[in-house]
């Protein structure tokens, strides 16, 4: 069998990632940058978009998920009168509009898209319809027509009024809410058309900024010596908002060994914000992590060992 190329590398690399790049691109500079043999990103970035792009490196990819299912802060500008088509600063013209809402009418625009929503993603997204990526079908000048899908977000403010033409906002939101889309119903909301002329993406789950590296430094070996492993987070950072559940050493041997463990035997242990229908816990064994595990129909289950 051959031997997978490059070092076998363990954990989380957090990236600031600068405008101009897509998320594969980076990706694919830092596993080179490390010589690793696997690495992967835990959610995507639009192009136009900075700030954090965690990189899992070998067994820290088992967790991409759990990174995606946490929650995300931005910050993005909205440009107020002009709408493109792909509702950021990349695309093209398609509509301008004379409005320009007050702070006010904003403000009170807000609450209609907090909580559990429902959302139309950009036709320049990475959704696939009858197996096509959105984005190839209107570059192609087939745009598809994409269903509203379920979205949370949990916090919408505006920040910043820069000008008449310009405002920035703040949003905190689970997995798979697009900003563009946020900006360009906004704006119709308000009577006017908008699209997004600068994000940036603040935390990921437990990753905040000031843990972020940015390309440059991470790249800058002199004498083109793979960067150093010291920079990575261990794998089980990713899971620091997953709540921990200890166990003994018997008990993390046998889910180790794929075994289930009743709940019963582990009342008073049971974290109370471990949800017992269906949670997610964080088995630890001392102060290791032994994998994820599934909290349901009465029994701890083992779903993803580390």
């Not at 998920?65 to 909205?78: A, S, V």
């Not at 820069?162 to 906004?186: C, H, N, P, W």
């Not at 972020?212 to 794998?235: R, T």
């Not at 349901?296 to 289950?301: A, C, K, P, S, T």
Request: proline share 6%; hydrophobic share 40%.
């Amino acid at each position: 069998m051959r031997r997978k190329r490059g070092r076998a590398l363990d954990g989380w690399l957090i990236v600031d990632k600068p405008a101009g790049m897509t998320s594969t691109d980076v990706v694919n500079r830092v596993r080179r940058g490390f010589d690793a043999q696997k690495a992967g990103h835990g959610g995507t970035l639009d192009p136009l978009a900075t700030g954090l792009l965690p990189v899992a490196f070998g067994a820290a990819t088992k967790t991409v998920p759990y990174i995606m299912d946490g929650t995300k802060l931005y910050h993005f500008t909205l440009r107020i009168g002009e709408a493109r088509d792909t509702d950021d600063a990349d695309g093209q013209v398609i509509a301008t509009s004379e409005v320009r809402p007050t702070d006010e009418q904003f403000r009170a625009a807000l609450s209609a898209f907090q909580g559990d929503i429902m959302q139309i993603p950009p036709i320049f997204s990475a959704i696939k319809v009858a197996g096509e990526r959105a984005y190839d079908m209107a570059r192609e000048g087939r745009p598809p027509v994409l269903e509203p899908r379920p979205a949370r977000v949990d916090r919408f403010e505006l920040i910043e009024r820069i000008d008449a033409d310009t405002a920035v906002f703040e949003v905190q939101s689970g997995k798979g809410v697009y900003m563009r889309s946020l900006a360009r119903d906004l704006s119709v909301a308000c009577g006017t058309v908008g699209h997004v002329s600068a994000l940036r993406r603040l935390r990921v789950g437990p990753f905040l900024e000031k843990d972020a590296i940015s390309l440059d430094k991470i790249l800058s070996s002199e004498d083109n010596a793979p960067a150093s492993p010291e920079l990575l987070l261990p794998v089980a950072t990713a899971l620091a908002d997953i709540p921990a559940l200890a166990l003994t050493s018997s008990e993390a041997a046998s889910l180790s060994h794929g075994q289930a463990i009743s709940l019963v035997e582990l009342m008073g242990r049971i974290p109370d914000s471990a949800d017992p229908a269906g949670g997610v816990a964080r088995a630890m064994d001392g102060g290791r992590v032994i994998g994820l595990c599934r909290l349901e129909d009465g029994w701890l289950r083992p779903e993803r060992l580390l």
